[in-house]
């Protein structure tokens, strides 16, 4: 185990001497005109492709071919794509361009006043530890991508804290205020949201044969599902609310309030909270926030973190 830090480390040392190296001054100061301006009119590339591409850059040329690194859009930031790179079971926070013509390994925090000479967390690939206010039952608000692997990989690590808090807490499944995985999502992101409105107690049981099979029309199936109702709320939801192209603005108010940027996104009584993917770490970060922890705290979870996207 030691060995394999020492080898992550000098690794992820020479990943980021590569992605720094191959990024000019000029790009930082076009990295914060984007961010300033909100950047400048151009064709995007879908998520896919810009996923891709990154991935090519990192593996064939900063890592000379020897890489290994896979990479996944994991939100919007102005015109930059915000980039999860995974590599040897750790991840780096990274940006490009939408147009995929330039790559940020890191973001300078100009707000801070140790910005002009610290990256931000997300270069460290490290947040600020924020401690949830306590209450007597936590409100527990998760926003994702119903397709993103990320989001996926989170909800696989919440259901058997959800299963095992039961009522104890109040849970929200949530989502970003926009899409990234095409029309799919959109119709998803509306499924899972409609069953949380009407049919709540099949929301969980439906959400974790989703998130192992990825085949919605079977889920809703096996789990008995009153597909009737279901198709009425996704009429009226789809009128009353922006799901077009890749806006989804049900949950607007509240990604605002929260900065959202990504999924997944963890709130729990109302600040932004920290936590790993697997279920002892979901289960430490939510009990956290009890004035008065049940028994149920106790329960022993799985500490390692389930895959990204569908399957087991």
């Known amino acids: 185990m030691e060995e394999d830090n020492l080898n992550w480390g000098e690794n992820k040392k020479k990943l980021i001497i590569g992605l720094i190296a191959g990024v000019s001054a000029a790009s930082i100061i ?3 005109a984007f961010l300033i301006l909100g950047g400048f009119s151009f064709i995007s590339l879908s998520a896919k492709a810009a996923s891709a591409k ?20 994991v939100g919007k930031e102005g015109s930059l794509y ?44 490290a947040s600020p530890a924020v401690e949830a206010p306590k209450s007597d039952k936590p409100a527990v608000e998760l926003f994702v991508m119903s397709y993103c692997p990320y989001g996926t990989q989170i909800e696989k690590g919440i259901i058997p804290v959800l299963k095992a808090l039961g009522d104890k807490i109040d849970f929200k499944l949530k989502f970003t205020s926009y899409t990234l995985h095409g029309e799919k999502e959109n119709n998803e992101n509306l499924n899972q949201y409609c069953l949380e409105k009407e049919q709540n107690s099949k ?7 989703f998130v192992k099979s990825g085949d919605s029309a079977s889920c809703l199936k096996s789990n008995n599902i009153d597909e009737s109702k279901l198709a009425s709320c996704l009429s009226s939801a789809s009128e009353k609310f922006n799901v077009t192209g890749d806006d989804f603005d049900i949950y607007q108010v509240e990604n605002d309030k ?7 996104t963890l709130v729990i009584n109302g600040a932004k909270v920290e936590s790993g993917r697997d279920s002892s770490s979901l289960l430490k970060a939510i009990c956290g926030a009890f004035k008065t922890a049940p028994s149920e705290c106790q329960a022993q979870l799985p500490s390692t973190s389930p895959a990204p996207g569908f399957g087991e």
């Open 30 to 32: 076009s990295l914060a």
């Open 258 to 264: 929260y900065g959202v940027q990504g999924s997944p």
């Open 203 to 209: 929301l969980i049981p439906y959400l974790d044969c």
């Open 82 to 125: 915000k980039l999860e790179v995974s590599y040897q079971g750790k991840k780096i926070d990274s940006y490009m361009t939408k147009d995929g013509k330039k790559f940020f390994p890191q973001v300078f925090d100009m707000e801070s006043d140790a910005g002009a000479n610290q990256p931000s967390a997300a270069a460290n690939n």
């Open 54 to 73: 990154a991935e090519s850059f990192v593996n064939n040329q900063l890592l000379n071919g020897q890489g290994g690194a896979v990479i996944e859009v």
